[in-house]
């Protein structure tokens, strides 16, 4: 089974607008990490979010948060106010383990490709 | 501080060569990954160095090998190039004391084999 799921192939927004992309996961270990990554076509992999699955808190930076809903195995990002820039590979990853102490080894999806349009 | 940096950006190769990648993560970070990006696999894990030792090792064939140096610096080699290993190859460092959560990424090194 896949252990990261994104649905979502490809996804377009207005700008301005919020978008929602989806991700679930699969894990049988009760200390993850979940992560946000954006890859715009140069390539390089950009950092977005991090939500720990202790954390009772969604995470939020700027205007990316994160909907996390343990139960469901669901770790949604959410974009606010879209913007031309934000048009790109959007990636979902997980990391199973402590920090520190296990592996940095990232699990990620197949990712999502956002168009945001003018 | 300086990010991750990977030599050379972009490589063309044949059949049957071997090749080396480096990567330089952000200074005082101690752990490396590498990852291969193709359209088909997506992103796949290859292996994670900390301190000069391999910690863990994706799935994926001998000919794929790597080491980490005294200062960090990382080295990924495959010998025996198949077309198939035409991807881009990630390096990724982390900050392992603190308990930090993000692994920061280089930009790519683009291997194409012909």
């Known amino acids: 089974a896949q252990k990261i799921t994104q649905t979502q192939p490809g996804m377009f927004v207005q700008e301005k607008e919020a978008v929602t992309l989806d991700c679930t996961y699969d894990?049988?270990?009760?200390?993850?990490?979940l992560f946000w990554y954006k890859q715009p076509s140069s390539g390089e992999m950009i950092f977005l979010i991090y939500?720990?699955?202790?954390?009772?808190q969604n995470a939020t930076e700027g205007r990316y948060s994160l909907n996390f809903q343990k139960a469901r195995k669901s770790a949604n990002l959410v974009i606010s106010a879209s913007q031309l820039g934000d048009s790109a590979m959007y990636f979902c990853?997980?990391?199973?383990?402590?920090?520190?102490?296990?592996?940095?080894?990232?699990?990620f999806g197949k990712g999502t490709k956002l168009s945001v349009i003018p | 501080k300086a990010g991750v940096t990977q030599t050379p950006r972009y490589l063309i190769k044949t059949r049957g060569q071997q090749v080396t990648l480096s990567c330089s993560p952000i200074?005082?970070?101690?752990?490396v990954s590498w990852y291969q990006q193709t359209p088909g696999q997506g992103l796949q894990f290859l292996f994670e160095?900390?301190?000069?030792?391999?910690?863990n090792k994706g799935n994926f064939p001998g000919r794929f090998s790597g080491r980490q140096f005294s200062n960090s610096r990382s080295e990924m080699n495959v010998s025996t190039l198949e077309l198939g290993d035409s991807a881009l190859y990630l390096c990724?460092?982390?900050?392992?004391?603190?308990?930090?959560?993000?692994?920061?990424f280089g930009p790519g090194t683009r291997l194409t084999v012909l």
């Open positions: 990724a460092s982390s900050l392992v004391s603190g308990g930090a959560n993000e692994q920061f």
């Open positions: 894990t049988s270990d009760p200390s993850y990490g």
């Open positions: 939500q720990g699955s202790y954390d009772q």
């Open positions: 990853a997980m990391r199973e383990g402590h920090s520190g102490a296990g592996s940095y080894q990232l699990t």
């Open positions: 200074s005082g970070h101690r752990s």
């Open positions: 160095y900390f301190s000069e030792t391999q910690r």
